[in-house]
Structure formats: C-alpha cells, structure tokens
C-alpha cells in the first residue's frame, strides 16, 4: 500500500518528463523492430510512438500552464490548459491513425515478407511492457491530481499496449500461416482503434471546455455538507457547478432570515464555505446571502436574452 501511494504522489510534471524520455526511448525500440522485420504492422506502432512524444511535449507545457496563479486577465486561473492538451493529443492520434492507413493500403497492394521476426516481436515487446509500466503510475496519479493532461496521456499509452499486443498477434499469425496481407490488415485494425481513441479524447476535452457540472459523487458529497446547516431559518437553493481542470468550483444561494445581522450572516456563510471546501478537496464555492422572502429568477425569459 505504501508503494502505491508513492506512485499516487508523484506530480503530473514529473510523470510527464519521464513519459517524454520512455517516447524516446519506445521509438528507438520500435523502430529498430521496424527496420529488422520491415513489418507494416510494426511500422504503425512506430509512428505512433512519435505522437506519445508529441503529446507528452504539449502536455507538460500546458500542465505548467495550469499551474500559474490567476491575474488580471485570467482572474479564475489558468486550469483549462490542460483540455487543450487533452484535444491535441486526440489530434494527432488521429493524424497519426491515417497515416498508418494509408502505409497499410499500399502493403496490401504490394505485398512483402516479414524478416527476422524474433527480434522484432521482442523489442516490440519490451517497449510495450515500459509504456505498461508508465500508463499505470500515470493514471494513479491523474486521478488523485485531477489532472485531464496526465489522465490523457496515460489513457493513450494504455492504447499504444493494446496496438503493440494486436500488432504482435498479427505478426506471429503471417509467420504460422504465412498469408502476408494480414500484416497490413492487423495495421488498418490498430490505426482504426487509434481512431476511435483520438475521437474520445477530442470529445472529452471539448466537454471539459464546456464547463461540465460536477461528477454526481461530489455532487452528492456537496449536498450532504449543506444538509448539516440546512434547517427552519436556512435554506440553500440554486445550486450550480462546474469542472476548470482541476478546479471545482460551485455557486449557490443561501437564504435566512431578514433580521439577521450583517456579521452574523457572514459568519454562518463563512462556516458553510469552509465545510464544503473541506469535504470536497479543491472546490472553490461562492454564496449569495438572500433574505428568506427574496427568490432570484434566473430561469425569466428576459434573463436568458
């Protein structure tokens, strides 16, 4: 357990710099495997080790971005940089799929043998096992950081086994039966999953831009917290919220009684803000002091023009 809260605790820029040099390192492998087996199959798992890099390149930059301190022209901070990440990397995996297609095609169209096939399925094989390695830490990480770059990356790398694993079944598959066009149509396979990777991640980055509300659990965790205050002189209604990066963020109102002083419905607002922030780790929430016979209207038809 120990072991695997180390894992969890490793920064996302940290994770990010390793995942640039295993890139590096898993295109030299790669390509080597390439080069000895002239493999299409081999080839496409190739070019997709150059967008690993790419990825991890952008997304270190944009994770640092992230982490400046709000200013004057982006006073709720710069979180949203890492959905930018997230959706070039969706990008560039699909760049990077029908380039593999097109590879492919022209095999089918001009068969060749695989060479020394040994060699090439074991450095295949051990850059997958690295790649395996990192997506796992990765993804550990990404989650207790909240970090959409990191979660990207590591969800792509997870990809890039699986295209590894269906490429070397391929492979060993031309070797038993020795039909040479399933090479080039285990390649088209791989670059039509990394389609359909590439179109997750572009979706889910767009979603992030979008201000999505909060995940239901968190949501629920929020309600359970303004429960605890909630009785016949308070009450809390328009509830809204969304997701900035790693930022929670959740906007309300709080309604009391009219003759409350000023300082003591501070204080109350004080109290409900800090138990919020306390049971939802990063959550920034603003509330609006209201009377209990003043309603806001947000939903008039005037309001939404």
Same mark, same amino acid.
């Given at each position: 357990m120990a072991r695997l809260s180390r894992v969890e605790d490793l920064s996302p820029q940290l994770l990010l710099r390793v995942s640039i040099g295993v890139a590096v390192l898993t295109i030299v492998l790669k390509s080597l495997a390439w080069w000895i087996t002239d493999s299409v199959g081999l080839l496409s798992d190739a070019m997709e080790s150059f967008v690993n890099l790419a990825s991890a390149v952008f997304a270190l930059v944009m994770v640092i971005i992230a982490r400046r301190p709000a200013d004057a022209e982006h006073p709720y901070g710069h979180h949203k940089a890492e959905y930018f990440s997230s959706g070039f990397e969706g990008l560039l995996i699909m760049v990077a799929a029908l380039g593999i297609i097109l590879a492919a095609t022209q095999r089918i169209l001009h068969p060749q043998a695989i060479e020394q096939l040994g060699w090439g399925l074991a450095l295949s094989v051990l850059s997958s096992a690295i790649n395996a390695a990192l997506a796992w830490a990765m993804l550990r990480s990404g989650r207790k950081h909240r970090s959409i770059a990191l979660e990207g990356d590591a969800r792509h790398l997870i990809t890039d086994v699986w295209t590894s694993a269906g490429v070397v079944v391929g492979i060993t598959l031309v070797a038993v039966t020795e039909w040479q066009w399933l090479d080039p149509a285990v390649a088209i396979g791989v670059a039509l999953n990394i389609l359909r990777e590439g179109a997750a991640l572009m979706w889910k980055s767009?979603?992030?831009?979008?201000? @999505?509300?909060? @995940?239901?659990?968190?949501?629920? @965790?929020?309600?359970?917290?303004?429960?605890?205050?909630?009785?016949?002189?308070? %009450?809390?209604?328009?509830?809204?919220? $969304? %997701?900035?990066?790693? %930022? $929670?963020?959740?906007?309300?109102?709080?309604?009391?009684?009219? +003759?409350? +002083?000023?300082?003591?419905?501070?204080?109350?607002?004080?109290?409900?803000?800090?138990?919020?922030?306390?049971?939802?780790?990063?959550? $920034?929430?603003?509330?609006?002091?209201?009377?209990?016979?003043? @309603?806001?209207?947000?939903?008039?038809?005037?309001?939404?023009?």
């Amino acid at each position: 357990m120990a072991r695997l809260s180390r894992v969890e605790d490793l920064s996302p820029q940290l994770l990010l710099r390793v995942s640039i040099g295993v890139a590096v390192l898993t295109i030299v492998l790669k390509s080597l495997a390439w080069w000895i087996t002239d493999s299409v199959g081999l080839l496409s798992d190739a070019m997709e080790s150059f967008v690993n890099l790419a990825s991890a390149v952008f997304a270190l930059v944009m994770v640092i971005i992230a982490r400046r301190p709000a200013d004057a022209e982006h006073p709720y901070g710069h979180h949203k940089a890492e959905y930018f990440s997230s959706g070039f990397e969706g990008l560039l995996i699909m760049v990077a799929a029908l380039g593999i297609i097109l590879a492919a095609t022209q095999r089918i169209l001009h068969p060749q043998a695989i060479e020394q096939l040994g060699w090439g399925l074991a450095l295949s094989v051990l850059s997958s096992a690295i790649n395996a390695a990192l997506a796992w830490a990765m993804l550990r990480s990404g989650r207790k950081h909240r970090s959409i770059a990191l979660e990207g990356d590591a969800r792509h790398l997870i990809t890039d086994v699986w295209t590894s694993a269906g490429v070397v079944v391929g492979i060993t598959l031309v070797a038993v039966t020795e039909w040479q066009w399933l090479d080039p149509a285990v390649a088209i396979g791989v670059a039509l999953n990394i389609l359909r990777e590439g179109a997750a991640l572009m979706w889910k980055s767009s979603q992030g831009l979008m201000d @999505e509300a909060l @995940e239901a659990d968190v949501m629920q @965790e929020i309600e359970k917290t303004l429960a605890g205050f909630q009785h016949s002189t308070i %009450r809390f209604d328009h509830i809204s919220s $969304r %997701r900035s990066g790693q %930022r $929670r963020f959740v906007d309300l109102h709080m309604h009391m009684p009219a +003759s409350w +002083s000023l300082g003591r419905a501070a204080a109350v607002r004080g109290s409900v803000e800090q138990a919020l922030m306390s049971a939802v780790p990063g959550l $920034r929430a603003t509330i609006q002091l209201l009377p209990n016979d003043v @309603e806001a209207h947000f939903d008039d038809e005037k309001d939404l023009i």
